[in-house]
C-alpha cells in the first residue's frame, strides 16, 4: 500500500494575486494579513489591501489579491517549515 501525501500548489502572479490548493480553513483575514491553515500546518499571508476572493472547503481552492509581501509557513505548533522543497 503506498504512503499517501497531501499536496498542495502556490501560485503568485505578480505579487497581486495569490492562489492555492489544499487549503483546509481560512482562520483570520484582514487588509493587511491572512492565516490559513493548509494540510494541518499554518501559512501566512502578509501585504496590503488584501481581499479573500474565493474560499471552498469543499475543494480547497482559495484565492485572495492585494500586494503581497510574504507568505509564511509554520508547523502545526507554529515552528518553521525547516524543509519547504524536497
Known amino acids: 500500500m503506498q504512503n499517501e501525501t497531501a499536496q498542495s500548489v502556490l501560485t503568485i502572479e505578480q505579487q497581486k494575486k495569490i492562489t492555492m490548493t489544499g487549503v483546509e480553513s481560512v482562520d483570520a483575514f484582514s487588509d493587511t494579513s491572512i492565516s490559513l491553515t493548509v ?48
Not at 501559512?43 to 492585494?66: E, H, I, M, R
Open 39 to 86: 494540510n494541518g500546518k499554518k501559512v501566512s499571508v502578509t501585504g496590503s489591501g488584501l481581499k479573500v476572493l474565493a474560499f471552498s472547503k469543499g475543494s480547497g481552492n482559495f484565492s485572495a489579491s492585494g500586494e503581497v509581501s510574504a507568505v509564511k509557513f509554520g508547523g502545526a505548533k507554529g515552528k518553521a517549515l525547516q524543509k519547504l522543497f524536497k
